[in-house]
């Protein structure tokens, strides 16, 4: 089944080389693959035909956009004056049907702004949130929100908790995902007064697996399918595990290079060495979703490098893949 | 002090031609939320609007779709312009129908249907000319309680909307509504303006209407809201989705009390007041019942603007 993917190719930080530089293997891993790249045509078309041979480029359909959403702009400024935007455009091919799901590597106010006014919510969600898979000891786990909504009520955290349960089970197939409610201990007196209303409404819920609280390393020792929290935790949560993934990295290569025994250590097991690199290196866990939109958004981090851009894209793929199933069983 | 957000939601008469066209300009995503309510209603909303004419924009059946449709629509561009969820909500009469749409207690499409039923249905539950509504201005609620309740001999008659201390509309019977003026000029109200309404909204004459509506409202499904809305009956929250159905069919035959409504937002500690929909008279009684409650709008995009940079959250 075709499957079609719209870019924002102008979001990121680092440019349209970057995005264009990272469809190259996932149009050739996937032959049904076709996207749409939203940008500058001049500028897409001259990237793309020096970056992309013949018969892949042939799958790449440019769409002129003139404008582009800047880091800076307010949600608002962004619905004001944007409509024309490589983002705006992008979202819209989701919206009328032409995309199957869209990324863009551009400013997460505006991708919101846009989402919510352009696809809508879901019934029953107030607000999007953002989500993504955390490596675990076990399989991948589920995060939400990571910073869509910094304030949340009881209500919106027990939206977030519907919302990740049903992506669990559709993307990753599990059929009742174990959701959790991050907090600083597992004791039901432990927590600020919004964990504790939450935990009453998430108790209530008979249509949700909810297995009570969990602690910030509970994450990573995969004691959760799905872990919900609001975006101001969230974030923080993500961020202080992105940094101590590089302080790893970083320490473990300064100790590699330390002597000559260690380097013939790490040229031997170098392969082994960069398995563990990838399973542990934030970048490679880049493409966050945007959940409870009718439509499939993803965002890239900002300042994604080629390969980090590329692991989005896949989740982009991965994401609609799962969608155009459901739809078929439908 | 901690700031704490509520928004309130307007009802009838708050409309007007031409009103949101400014923000429409500026924010086309606006004009979505229209678009789904006129395919939902068969009838061209913006249009309606936009050229009038302000007769038809008045015709009850038309008012209360186009306001629930208004408030929604500032609603949603308030969450995509990443505006602050408020923590509590209230609306005057058929605002509450916005509120709980906004508080996702109901879909968006059927209040749509009900509150166009509930307009005509309220419409005909009298014949014209036999209902009257007046405003009294500047006399205490019990006189105006004691004036309908002598008046209450020539027809029925009854204090309907608490909408601030010294703002008070009565309803009922023609007859009886013009005693009851009499009465409480005569017991020192400032004045007493009989309204432009061809109904006896929120009367026990609307009864018919609620026997007619409840059918619509047991068919729909009420889910618990994600934001409290306090109901105008009582002036107290429901959190309970099977009971809200029947508050809001009470809700037509009995008073709104306003000023219990503002009040319950301040006692729960709510000291801004947001007003989404058009217009600005939610805003203007906010102040006379209580001078400390903050108020700001959200129908044209300066105000729009100054609110979102007030109470941003992301």
């Known amino acids: 089944m075709r499957l079609t993917i719209s870019i924002d190719a102008m979001g990121g930080d680092l440019g349209p080389q ?47 956009s003139p404008t582009i959403v800047n880091s800076a702009d307010k949600p608002s400024a962004v619905l004001r004056s944007y409509g024309d935007s ?20 551009g400013n997460t106010g505006a991708l919101m702004a846009i989402g919510m006014s352009t ?13 993504a898979e955390i490596p675990t000891v ?77 602690e910030g390393h509970g994450i990573f020792a995969g004691e959760a399918d799905v872990v919900v ?86 989740m982009a793929i991965y994401a609609a893949e799962s969608m155009q199933g459901l739809e078929s069983e439908n | 002090m ?11 008469g708050s409309q007007k031609v031409g009103m949101l066209s400014e923000l429409a300009v500026a924010y086309p995503s606006l004009r979505e939320t229209f678009d789904e309510a006129s395919e939902t209603l068969g009838y061209d909303m913006w249009q309606l609007i936009q050229q009038g004419p302000q007769e038809d ?67 005909q539950a009298v014949p014209l000319g036999e209902g009257a509504m007046a405003a009294i201005i500047g006399l205490a609620d019990d006189k105006i309680i004691d004036a309908c309740a002598q008046a209450s001999s020539l027809g029925v008659v009854d204090a309907v909307n608490f909408n601030a201390p010294g703002q008070v509309v009565i309803a009922g019977s023609s007859s009886a509504v013009e005693r009851a003026i009499e009465l409480c000029k005569q017991a020192g109200a400032k004045r007493a303006l009989p309204l432009p309404v061809s109904a006896p909204f929120h009367t026990s004459l609307m009864r018919p209407a ?52 503002i009040n319950y937002l301040s006692d729960s500690g709510v000291t801004d007041l947001l007003e989404c929909g058009p217009g600005r008279v939610l805003s203007g009684l906010a102040k006379r019942i209580n001078r400390e409650l903050s108020v700001s709008a959200t129908d044209d995009p300066e105000s729009f603007e100054a609110s979102l940079q007030q109470f941003p959250s992301c």
């Open chain 2, 2 to 12: 901690t700031k704490k957000l509520a928004f309130v939601f307007p009802g009838q």
């Open chain 1, 229 to 314: 929290c609001d975006g101001f935790s969230g974030n923080i949560a993500l961020k202080v595990s992105e940094g101590v993934a590089s302080l790893i990295a970083h320490r473990a290569r300064q100790q590699l290079l330390g002597g000559w025994l260690f380097r013939l250590l790490a040229w031997m097991f170098k392969n082994r060495l960069s398995q563990f690199r990838q399973s542990i290196d934030p970048a490679l866990h880049n493409g966050a979703l945007l959940l409870g939109l009718k439509g499939t958004l993803i965002k890239s981090h900002g300042g994604a490098d080629m390969s980090a851009f590329r692991a989005a894209l896949e």
């Open chain 2, 57 to 123: 924009l008045n015709l009850t059946e038309r008012t209360q779709p186009i306001l629930l449709a208004s408030s929604v629509a500032l609603w949603r561009l308030w969450q995509s312009c990443c505006g602050a969820m408020p923590e509590l909500m209230a609306g005057h009469s058929l605002g509450e129908w916005s509120a709980l749409v906004c508080s996702g207690a109901v879909q968006f499409t059927d209040a749509l249907q009900i509150v166009r039923a509930r307009g005509q249905y309220m419409q």
């Open chain 1, 86 to 105: 490589s983002m705006a455009m992008a979202i819209k091919a989701v919206a009328d049907g032409t995309a199957d799901s869209c990324i863009s590597g």
């Open chain 1, 18 to 64: 970057i995005v264009v530089a990272a469809l190259e293997e996932p149009l050739k891993n996937y032959p049904n693959l076709h996207l749409l790249l939203f940008g500058d045509h001049k500028l897409l078309t001259s990237l793309i035909s020096s970056t992309l041979e013949a018969s892949l480029a042939e799958r790449v359909e440019i769409c002129h």
């Open chain 1, 119 to 131: 696809l809508g919510t879901l019934p029953n969600i107030s607000r999007p949130a953002i989500c």
């Open chain 2, 210 to 261: 609620v026997d007619q509506l409840s059918e619509l409202v047991d068919a729909i499904t009420f889910s618990a809201p994600s934001i409290p809305v306090v109901h105008n009956v009582h002036g107290k929250v429901e959190d309970d989705p099977q009971k809200i159905g029947s508050l809001m069919l009470e809700q037509i035959y009995h008073p709104v009390r306003w000023v219990d409504c």
């Open chain 1, 138 to 214: 076990n399989r991948n786990c589920l995060l939400l929100d990571l910073g869509a909504n910094v304030d949340c009520s009881a209500q919106q955290l027990h939206q977030f908790a519907t919302l990740g349960a049903e992506m669990a089970t559709r993307i990753q197939k599990i059929k009742r995902p174990r959701v959790k409610l991050l907090n600083l201990g597992t004791e039901s007196l432990k927590g600020n007064t919004l964990v504790k209303q939450t935990d009453d409404l998430l108790r209530t819920d008979s249509t949700l697996n909810y297995q009570g609280y969990i």
